[in-house]
């Protein structure tokens, strides 16, 4: 009964969280100086034929009418039409939302790749020269902007090497090596930048189970340090490593905005630089809730999730 | 020859070298007990923590360690991590801590008879209930699947000693193993501890502030203060012929029962001659 209550809440605080959120991003929206009227008709454009153009579109209402008739269609689904193209936005985010999430789950799946091991070994090797080589690893991974490393993987692996493609995109349908191969250098660049910053936390989380009783126990009984730490030390480090890897979800969104219009990709990053430079607010109002909506829903998962790694947290109280 | 032989053993720590062990030399026969006795701060945790090379990285270690003819203190990390669990075995303080929270607690079993023996999964789970079984937990089975927050720390503690003692090894240290039980889980705690070592044939090094606590496991008692055994000999002898003034301040502090309502209760440091500075200090 009481975990029915918790997720209850929780979802309970995923929808007023929406609510809020949707409001912001109208406001900022609607703050930004210039609109898409004077964007369509040029600067040449009369006051008149732009004020004309606005009201057909109407963005002369009140504010807070715009406002309702966004909110309420977002609840039936329909995010409105570009004022540019005309496309629904809908069918605009559906273009271009599989390149963004292949791009966000590899990176998150190889900054994992590259935290996990070297977090062990910072943590492990923490004293000799191992570590030390990893935490300034770490410190460098964080420093570098994502764009520039972005523009270096793609000079050294793609200009002088011509291993892979500089930029673009192809479709896994249309060919799964192309595909393949233009995602590499993209998932990369997030993954290390990504990774450097997640190493810091796998390590501190582990060097935390290094003074545990429970590892102790684990050594006593004949595991080395490093597997010690990896059966036993993994799912306790877990607890607070999922809950930095639910706050690193909305940071690899911004960094996978930057990563694609770097290497031009056609995905929800580049869609919304596009739209913000040409005042096209249905569709960066609908991209922008839908992120929001997919980071929210990430720490909602992490917050269950809890429930999975942590025992103690399943039970509700104990049986003796 | 015996099990265990330590010569000579000093431990300090960090950059100051502060000593915690000084020169302690024992000697324990194979299947033989050993009580340890002292205050904490006294060296008996960093003594057992010795013998299974698990000291801090910032420990330095002079002496010799040899035990079942193994020398201890020169083997590296692999050769010191086959024979802990195996051929040494440790029951710590903290019943509460000492195990994983989140894996079942008898999988953590299994996981040190697996490390060390080629059993397989299913002959293991079932040589885990009869060891749980063994240490004296009713319905052992649904032990095995519980985790660790589901136990009370008796029951724990005995989940501890059975891991210490799936895979019969030749010492299992002992490091105040009843102090975080309440008086009445105590006794029985030590009770099945006594018979399982009698059934395994086990050596045991048992550490305790407690006299009481080691006489119920020991015949043959160490005393040890600021990192130096003080005095040795059978619990017998040390209750009535105590020699080191902190053993005798021990022994009349244990008989509570020879008390008088009223009366100031003793203290150690009333068997100390007034002028006599205490070793160390």
């Known amino acids: 009964m009481r975990l029915g209550i918790r997720i209850a809440k929780r979802l309970g605080v995923f929808a007023v969280t929406v609510v809020g959120a949707s409001l912001l991003v109208f406001l900022i929206t609607a703050a930004l100086p210039g609109d898409v009227a004077e964007a369509i008709l040029g600067t040449s454009a009369t006051p008149e034929t732009v004020a004309a153009l606005r009201a057909q579109l109407g963005l002369d209402r009140p504010l807070p009418v715009q406002y309702l008739d966004w909110v309420g269609g977002l609840l039936t689904g329909n995010l409105g039409v570009s004022h540019l193209s005309g496309d629904p936005v809908l069918t605009l985010l559906g273009a271009r939302v599989a390149v963004t999430a292949w791009l966000v789950g590899f990176a998150m799946l190889g900054s994992l790749l590259i935290a996990l091991p070297s977090g062990l070994v910072a943590a492990v090797k923490r004293r000799s020269w191992q570590g030390v080589v990893v935490g300034a690893g770490a410190q460098v991974g964080m420093a570098i902007p994502v764009f520039w490393a972005g523009i270096l993987a793609s000079m050294v692996f793609a200009v002088w090497l011509h291993w892979l493609p500089a930029n673009g995109y192809v479709a896994l349908t249309k060919s799964p090596l192309g595909w393949a191969a233009h995602l590499v250098l993209p998932v990369l660049t997030l993954s290390v930048v990504q990774g450097a910053a997640l190493t810091r936390y796998v390590r501190s989380a582990f060097v935390e189970v290094l003074n545990e009783d429970y590892y102790r126990t684990a050594r006593a009984v004949g595991w080395t340090p490093a597997r010690a730490l990896w059966r036993h030390g993994l799912r306790n480090a877990s607890i607070s490593l999922v809950t930095v890897l639910g706050l690193q979800a909305s940071s690899v969104l911004v960094g996978a905005i930057v990563v694609e219009s770097v290497f031009n990709l056609p995905g929800l990053g580049s869609m919304l630089l596009t739209a913000v430079a040409q005042r096209d607010l249905l569709v960066v109002r609908g991209t922008v809730m839908f992120l929001v909506v997919v980071v929210l829903a990430i720490s909602a998962l992490v917050d269950f999730s809890y429930l999975l790694i942590d025992p103690r947290q399943q039970t509700e109280r104990s049986t003796q | ?281």
Do not use: W
Request: charged share 20%; with cysteine.
């Open chain 2, 1 to 281: 020859m015996s099990l265990l032989e330590v010569r000579d053993l000093t431990v300090r720590f960090g950059r100051r070298q502060i000593v915690a062990v000084d020169g302690l030399s024992l000697s324990l026969a194979k299947g033989g007990r050993l009580g340890v006795i002292g205050e904490s701060g006294s060296g008996k945790t960093v003594t057992a923590l010795a013998v299974l090379g698990l000291l801090p990285a910032n420990a330095v270690v002079s002496g010799s360690i040899e035990l079942a003819g193994r020398p201890i203190t020169s083997l590296n990390e692999a050769g010191l991590a086959k024979l802990r669990g195996n051929v040494v075995s440790m029951v710590f303080q903290e019943p509460m801590t000492a195990l994983d929270p989140t894996m079942r607690v008898g999988r953590q079993v299994a996981e040190v008879l697996r490390l060390h023996t080629s059993a397989a999964p299913g002959k293991a789970r079932e040589q885990v209930v009869a060891m749980l079984n063994e240490v004296g937990l009713p319905d052992p089975g649904r032990v095995a699947m519980s985790y660790p927050h589901q136990l009370s720390g008796g029951q724990r503690q005995r989940v501890v000693m059975a891991m210490a003692l799936i895979n019969a090894p030749d010492l299992v240290i002992c490091d105040e193993p009843t102090t975080a039980l309440d008086v009445t889980v105590q006794a029985k705690v030590l009770a099945k501890l006594d018979q399982v070592l009698n059934l395994s044939g086990a050596a045991c090094l048992f550490i305790s502030h407690d006299l009481a606590v080691v006489s119920q496991v020991c015949e043959q008692v160490m005393v040890m203060l600021d990192g130096k055994v003080v005095e040795t000999g059978t619990v017998a002898d040390l209750f009535n012929r105590p020699q080191h003034p902190y053993t005798k301040g021990l022994v009349a502090t244990s008989r509570l029962d020879q008390m008088v309502p009223g009366q100031r209760l003793p203290v150690v440091e009333d068997f100390y001659h007034p002028d006599a500075e205490r070793v160390g200090r």
